[in-house]
């Protein structure tokens, strides 16, 4: 398993372009991908789930991804997170 | 004929028959006998994947006319469509609660949109419309409703309370003229269709949805912010006459510069109501943003928009126009628009009322919040601050220590802050005859001659009876004008014209003559208003070989 953590930079925290975005980057690996933030854990493969966490700019996220391709799954959320959140 | 105010979130006029659109989710359920669980179940799944491919075909189609970042709104709808947690609340109110597929798509979406309604965010909050907007795609798939529903084959204007992007785009046609919007919001996804479309569009509109108003004539003036609903003959044919006008486009529009006999450059800059615009003010080659209205952040909202969120739109104007000028007008609300965060109460009559900088000197702490958002903004471009309804040396005053005060913050964060210019709007007859004491203060005058033309004559400007009054070129108007135009000069000022009469080509010779060298216009006039200047005295070629 690989677990990071990400503050979100964009101004407009996650809205439902790059929340879909980020679904479908997430979906596109086998490994279970999730999220975690204060006390709730969803999965990133869920879009409602994850608009619902009403991130804003600096919170802080967890994600951990766990499967036979999480090197390259959090290499690439890692990645799109920089880029795009 | 009844007229009617709104706030216009895309500039334009437009006339046509009005065509309401009433959501149906909740005006009409269709009552019928649940059948088995696994029955619904099945006609949910079918009427899903029905609503996919709906959202498949809109996504392609924006795609292709409108531009990537529209589609992207219908895939984040698709995925939102075809998400396991919405999956899940269907299928336990189909099998646990006997709901029919109708029923439970109903209840389902109402239970998502609670979570996104209960968010202290705005911007999160908006994102229930997007949940109901689905659950409305899939109710009219069920109930067989959407088949025979087509665009009417002559002009038309959707009037509802608030459109999902994908109701916009069931109703695209060449036949569509414009949106009049009772609710709507500016953070909708809909703003930017509609820019995009170049649709005239205007939301906090006072007028309710109602069936009645059906196929009734509209006339809509976005750019002034108003609409005239069974307008007289004299002014729809003035509105078809203008909109024509407005029309004569060439492919690309001129982008060489004016001149004078003198060698001077007539300066077009553009009015604007939201960031969705930018895009037109560039295809038309203005030379600068002459009037943003800033209001539009603060419209059909319950709490106050954040520095944040304000800074990101003024950066955004910045930097799309690549250095040239933004004249950012401060906020210009009073009760009669649709603000619920300042809690306004009702004003007999809100012309003269607590509006404009005489509600921001009250409401000290939303104005600080706005004047620090320009401020940082400042530095990705160049931007101004213009002061509306100004009556008096000292409200400028008062305006330029706050801006000191906030700009001394934000260099004590940390921040490097460049110089700002303050200008004054002058658009009440005080300002004129203070002009040469305001001269002294700012850094340039805008006139507003729409509200100058209607203190000025005491003929408010929506009152149908005195249409024929309210006269932009009346000569206590232009001798107003001459008397600004005198103090600019003695000050060694710039001084521009913001109103209609900017761009009314039979008074543009004079106002030239008088001194005004820059004109600022919603986008749409300024291809007629170059094809003028052109066409007439004013050659447009090198300084060296004009008349």
């Known amino acids: 398993m690989i677990q990071f953590e990400y503050t979100i930079t964009d101004p407009l925290g996650i809205h439902a372009r790059p929340a879909a975005e980020l679904v479908k980057t997430a979906t596109a690996y086998r490994s279970s991908i999730s999220i975690q933030y204060r006390d709730k854990e969803i999965s990133a493969k869920k879009m409602i789930a994850l608009m619902s966490l009403g991130l804003k700019q600096s919170d802080k996220i967890k994600l951990s991804i766990q499967g036979e391709d999480e090197i390259e799954a959090a290499e690439e959320l890692k990645h799109f997170l920089q880029e795009k959140l | ?101 109708i029923q439970a798509v109903k209840a389902g979406g109402e239970k998502i949109a609670a979570i996104f309604l209960g968010m202290e965010n705005e911007q999160m909050r908006s994102k229930a419309a997007d949940i109901f907007d689905l659950s409305r795609r899939l109710h009219t798939i069920l109930s067989g409703q959407s088949a025979s529903v087509y665009p009417p084959e002559e002009p038309f204007i959707l009037l509802a309370k608030d459109l999902s992007p994908g109701e916009l785009m069931q109703w695209r046609s060449p036949q569509l003229q414009g949106i009049v919007l009772s609710g709507g919001s500016a953070h909708s996804h809909l703003a930017i269709l509609a820019a995009a479309m170049k649709l005239p569009c205007l939301i906090s509109a006072d007028i309710e949805s109602d069936k009645t108003y059906e196929n009734k004539i509209l006339a809509l003036d976005a750019s002034a912010g108003m609409f005239y609903l069974d307008p007289d003959k004299a002014l729809l044919n003035r509105f078809i006459q203008e909109i024509k006008r407005e029309k004569i486009k060439k492919p690309a529009t001129d982008n060489r510069p004016f001149y004078l006999k003198t060698g001077e450059e007539i300066e077009i800059l553009a009015n604007i109501g939201s960031p969705e615009e930018l895009d037109s003010v560039l295809e038309h080659h203005c030379q600068g943003i002459g009037l943003f209205r800033s209001e539009f952040a603060y419209l059909g909202r319950l709490d106050f928009p ?61 104005f600080r919040t706005q004047l620090r958002a320009i401020c940082r903004a400042a530095a990705f471009g160049n931007l101004m601050l213009m002061v509306p309804m100004l009556i008096s040396l000292d409200e400028l005053l008062q305006v330029k220590g706050l801006l000191l005060e906030v700009q001394e913050e934000l260099r004590q964060e940390g921040l490097e802050i460049p110089e700002l210019p303050v200008g004054a709007m ?74 209609e009469l900017a761009h009314d080509i039979a008074h543009t010779r004079e106002l030239a003559d008088m001194g005004f060298r820059s004109f600022s216009m919603a986008p749409v006039f300024v291809p007629a208003f170059k094809k003028y200047l052109s066409e007439q005295y004013l050659q447009s070629a090198s300084p060296n070989d004009t008349i």
């Open chain 2, 306 to 366: 954040s520095e944040e969120e304000l800074f990101q739109v003024y950066r955004r104007l910045a930097l799309g126009m690549q250095g040239r000028k933004v004249v950012i007008r401060t906020l210009d609300i009073g009760a009669d628009k649709d603000a619920p965060c300042f809690g306004l109460a009702r004003e007999e009559n809100p012309a003269l009322g607590n509006r404009g900088i005489r509600l921001c000197l009250q409401r000290q702490d939303v």
């Open chain 2, 426 to 499: 002058i658009e009440t007859p005080a300002a004129v005859m203070l002009s040469e004491a305001l001269a002294k203060e700012a850094a340039f005058f805008s006139i507003g001659s729409n509200d100058l033309t209607q203190y000025t004559l005491a003929v408010d400007r929506q009152n149908p009876a005195l249409a024929a009054l309210y006269r932009q070129s009346h000569p206590a108007v232009f001798r107003m004008l001459g008397e600004v135009m005198r103090a600019a000069k003695a000050a060694q000022i710039p001084c521009s014209i913001c109103g």
């Open chain 2, 1 to 101: 004929m009844y007229t009617g105010k709104g706030f216009g979130i895309v500039e334009g006029k437009a006339t046509g028959k009005v065509l309401v659109i009433s959501s149906c989710v909740s005006a009409n359920i269709v009552v019928e006998n649940t059948n088995s669980p696994s029955f619904e179940l099945e006609r949910f799944y079918k009427a899903r994947s029905e609503a996919g491919v709906q959202l498949q075909n809109l996504q392609e189609q924006s795609a292709t006319s409108l531009g990537k970042d529209q589609a992207a709104i219908f895939e984040a709808q698709t995925m939102m469509l075809m998400d396991e947690d919405f999956e899940e609340v269907v299928r336990e109110l189909i099998i646990k609660k006997d709901l029919s597929a």
